[in-house]
């Protein structure tokens, strides 16, 4: 893979960054500060290879409609939990061994690599399986494409932490999300154009093509020059995660963003429920398109806005998400009861999906920034394990919560999830600032 032109690379990050200086650099090594361009578009591509590759798998969407179409729809609850506490519960043990190492740039080229074999063993699971032996298969796959993602979940955010300076992390994920939408905007306009039905040959290469995403996207972010930084506390994996867990005891900030963190979680247990409710109004295959569509949207859409605004103030990203998530749920789900469902326009919910995918986006980039911002050195690597595991096993319980709940009243699982982001939201409006 052919380097970057550092010259190149400067002036593009000096555009970006919009300020006289900008090479200053913020809470990171002197000795990283002249590689922070290169760097910056070295993660910027891979984050949007990664981001392109999670809209054309994702379980909201993607994966939900597949299940449908091969006949194993009873197992489409389980796809958001499953694909977000697999990859958190088992940080606490990954942090230490990540903290172990003083470059661990690697973690997260052997994460991205795990990834590309997890979803080509999706592929293989609906090219040669049917029915619920290829739901399980694919069930199988993503737990093993969660776990491989906790390596990414750890190490991104060290590796950020020591090659981006401070004011420039938020608008480089948010960055990479715009992009990464652009790209699945046009993806979904080619792939699901006048289509029908999508085939089994149609997920197969779907797959496939996500597949070969994470495989290019571990190969650049293998070129990012790291410098060693802090191994101190790198025992052994358990016993290190149980002594972590203090954190939440002994730390207070920490315990109440983790606790925000987790009444936040409406936002995206929310999203599969809308799809749910759009195919009780029709099951034209168009419509997986148009949530795709949605979904890549909203990225391309407000997700550099969100990073811009997260570099000011990452608490107040995460407190007008939340609040947006909220009202687009109270309201999705008070509608759908009042009117039973039965006399909705089609677009409404496709509609309102596109709204929460927004709120989604600046509470997910909101969440990241100000944890990365919040600590410095080992911490970070701490709290990002520690969060991400409590909220792995929180993450399992509500889901399994809205699944039964699910089963007496979509509409009011919303409301109930809507409620939960409004205390989110008056929890993360206490939150300190930490930019």
């Known amino acids: 893979m052919l380097p970057i032109e550092t010259n190149t690379a400067d002036q593009l990050y000096a555009f970006i960054a919009n300020e006289e200086d900008a090479r200053l650099c913020k809470d990171i090594p002197d000795e990283a500060c002249r590689d922070v361009p290169k760097n910056f578009f070295l993660i910027l591509g891979s984050l949007v290879l990664t981001k392109l590759g999670d809209l054309l798998i994702s379980p909201k969407t993607v994966l939900a409609w597949l299940l449908t179409s091969i006949g194993a729809a009873s197992l489409v609850g389980w796809l958001v939990p499953i694909r977000e506490s697999g990859s958190m519960i088992p940080q606490m043990m990954i942090g230490a061994w990540v903290r172990s190492k003083p470059v661990r740039k690697w973690f997260w080229v052997l994460g991205s690599l795990g990834q590309a074999a997890s979803v080509a063993g999706m592929a293989a699971s609906v090219w040669f399986l049917e029915g619920y032996p290829a739901g399980y298969g694919l069930i199988g796959a993503l737990v093993a494409f969660s776990l ?47 289509r ?23 190969a650049l972010f ?13 025992g052994n994996g358990l016993g ?5 867990l203090s954190l939440l005891r002994d730390d207070k900030p920490f315990r109440h963003f983790v606790i925000t963190r987790a009444l936040l979680l409406c936002s995206a247990l929310a999203s599969p429920y809308f799809v749910v409710l759009a195919q009780q109004q029709s099951e034209s295959g168009w419509l997986l398109g148009t949530f795709l569509l949605a979904s890549s949207l909203a990225s391309s859409v407000s997700a550099s806005i969100w990073g811009w605004m997260a570099d000011k103030s990452s608490r107040q990203v995460m407190i007008r998400g939340a609040a947006i998530a909220s009202l687009v749920c109270l309201g999705t789900g008070i509608t759908t009861i009042v009117t039973d469902g039965g006399t909705m326009s089609v677009w409404f919910y496709p509609a309102a999906f596109f709204a929460l995918s927004i709120a989604h986006a600046g509470v997910r980039l909101g969440r990241k920034t100000y944890l ?3 600590a410095g050195g080992n911490k970070r690597t701490d709290y990002t394990a520690v969060s991400n595991s409590v909220i792995g096993v929180l993450l399992l319980v509500a889901g399994g919560l809205s699944v039964v709940a699910s089963m007496i009243s979509t509409g009011a699982v919303i409301i109930m999830l809507g409620m939960m982001g409004l205390a989110g939201t008056v929890s993360a409006v206490k939150l300190r600032e930490v930019e």
Do not use: H, N
């Open 240 to 244: 290190e995660a149980f002594k972590s």
């Open 372 to 374: 990365v911002d919040m």
């Open 148 to 194: 491989a993602r906790g390596f990414c979940s750890v190490a991104m955010k060290d590796v950020q932490g020591k090659c981006i300076p401070k004011s420039r992390r938020g608008r480089l994920s948010g960055l990479a999300s715009t992009l990464g939408g652009v790209a699945t905007v046009g993806f979904t306009a080619l792939l699901f154009w006048d």
């Open 196 to 218: 029908g039905d999508p085939s089994v040959l149609f997920y197969s290469v779907l797959l496939l093509l996500a597949a070969g995403l994470w495989l290019m996207a571990g």
């Open 222 to 234: 293998s070129t990012v020059d790291e410098y060693p930084g802090e191994t101190g506390g790198g």
